[in-house]
Antibody, heavy 119, light 107 residues
Framework: QLQLQESGPGLVKPSKTLALTCTVS??????????WGWIRQPPGKGLEWIAT???????YYNPSLKSRVTISIDTSQNQFSLKLSSVTAADTAVYYC???????????WGQGTLVTVSS | DIQMTQSPSSLSASVGDGVTITCRAT??????LNWYQQKPGKAPNLLIY???SLQSGVPSRFSGSGSGTDFTLTISSLQPEDFATYYC?????????FGQGTKVEIK
C-alpha cells in the first residue's frame, strides 16, 4: 500500500521560505508515469493545488504561486519537496502531498502538515 | 482558471436518505471531473474520477454523472460514515481547481 508522509517545520516566519518534504513508501517514486504534487488548505477553507512534478523531473506550477514555488524530486531518497518563498500569513495552511495519476487525479494523499506563518 | 461551483454549500440529511450534490464548471471540461470526500482533520479521499468511474474500494452507493459543464455526485443511501465535506475538482486544464465544498451534516 502506497503511503505518503509530509515533514517540515510547523512554524515559519513571514518573508522566509517554507520547505516541506514528502517521503513515499510502499512504492517507487521513479516508476514511469507517476506524478507527485502538493495541495494546500487554509484553516476552514477549500483546497488549492500548488505544483506537480513527474518522476522524470518535469514540473507544473499554479500560475498564482509560480513565482514563489519550487518543486523537486529525489529518486534516491524516494522523496519530493516543496519550497515556497516570501511567505505571509496567507500561506498558513495544511499542506498535503499527493500522488497524481492520469493527470491531476489525486489518488493517494499524505496526512497533511499544518504550517503556520507567524513571527 | 476554470472555476468550479458546488451546490448546495451544505445540507442536512438522515441516515438512509439519498443525496445529490451538483458541480458546475465555468467552461467545458468534458468528463475530467473528480470527487473527493474529506472528514475533519483528514486528507481528502478520492471517490469518483473521470466523472463516473468509482475509485477502487469506494462503496457502490456513491455514483457520479455528467459531462461538459454540469456534474452530480449521488449517495444512494447515506450511512453514518458518509457525513463529511465533498469536493469536486476539474483535471482538464492547468491549474486543476476545486469546488468550494459541500458539507453533509446529520439532520
Amino acid at each position: 500500500q502506497l503511503q505518503l508522509q509530509e515533514s517540515g517545520p510547523g512554524l515559519v516566519k513571514p518573508s522566509k521560505t517554507l520547505a516541506l518534504t514528502c517521503t513515499v513508501s510502499g512504492g517507487s517514486i521513479s516508476s514511469s508515469g507517476n506524478y507527485w504534487g502538493w495541495i494546500r488548505q487554509p484553516p476552514g477553507k477549500g483546497l488549492e493545488w500548488i505544483a506537480t512534478i513527474s518522476s522524470s523531473g518535469g514540473t507544473y506550477y499554479n500560475p498564482s504561486l509560480k513565482s514563489r514555488v519550487t518543486i523537486s524530486i529525489d529518486t534516491s531518497q524516494n522523496q519530493f519537496s516543496l519550497k515556497l518563498s516570501s511567505v505571509t500569513a496567507a500561506d498558513t495552511a495544511v499542506y498535503y502531498c499527493a500522488k497524481n495519476t492520469g493527470g491531476y487525479i489525486f489518488d493517494y494523499w499524505g496526512q497533511g502538515t499544518l504550517v503556520t506563518v507567524s513571527s | 482558471d476554470i472555476q468550479m461551483t458546488q451546490s448546495p454549500s451544505s445540507l442536512s440529511a438522515s441516515v438512509g436518505d439519498g443525496v445529490t450534490i451538483t458541480c458546475r464548471a465555468t467552461q467545458t471540461i468534458t468528463t475530467y471531473l473528480n470527487w473527493y470526500q474529506q472528514k475533519p482533520g483528514k486528507a481528502p479521499n478520492l471517490l469518483i474520477y473521470a466523472a463516473s468511474s468509482l475509485q477502487s474500494g469506494v462503496p457502490s452507493r456513491f455514483s457520479g454523472s455528467g459531462s461538459g459543464t454540469d456534474f452530480t455526485l449521488t449517495i444512494s443511501s447515506l450511512q453514518p460514515e458518509d457525513f463529511a465535506t465533498y469536493y469536486c475538482q476539474q483535471s482538464s486544464t492547468t491549474p486543476p481547481t476545486f469546488g468550494q465544498g459541500t458539507k453533509v451534516e446529520i439532520k
